[in-house]
């Protein structure tokens, strides 16, 4: 029995998760946002313990600043 030539895939199929070409399944390896190094899963989104503390000094100590008017507080009663 002669084996039938494979279908192409139509360019209206998706790929499947993970398989390439933009699939869901494919990410990016997350960096850490203080040295750039790649994410450890124990202190996630960061490298390391050090740089999840120098995060934590920057927030600490004013350098991150969430924008806001000094009025919040008045305008929510």
Same mark, same amino acid.
């Given at each position: 029995?002669?084996?039938?030539?494979?279908?192409?895939? +139509?360019?209206?199929?998706?790929?499947?998760?993970?398989?390439? %070409?933009?699939?869901?399944? %494919? !990410?990016?390896?997350? !960096?850490?946002?203080?040295?750039?190094?790649? =994410? +450890?899963? +124990?202190? !996630?989104?960061?490298?390391? =313990? !050090?740089?999840?503390?120098? *995060?934590?000094?920057?927030?600490?100590?004013?350098?991150?600043?969430?924008?806001?008017?000094?009025?919040?507080?008045? *305008? %929510?009663?």
């Amino acid at each position: 029995m002669p084996s039938r030539p494979e279908k192409p895939k +139509a360019e209206t199929e998706k790929p499947e998760p993970g398989k390439g %070409e933009g699939g869901k399944g %494919e !990410r990016k390896p997350r !960096r850490c946002p203080i040295c750039g190094r790649p =994410a +450890a899963q +124990a202190t !996630r989104p960061f490298c390391s =313990a !050090r740089c999840r503390d120098v *995060d934590l000094n920057r927030w600490l100590s004013g350098i991150y600043i969430v924008p806001g008017s000094e009025n919040d507080e008045e *305008d %929510e009663k």
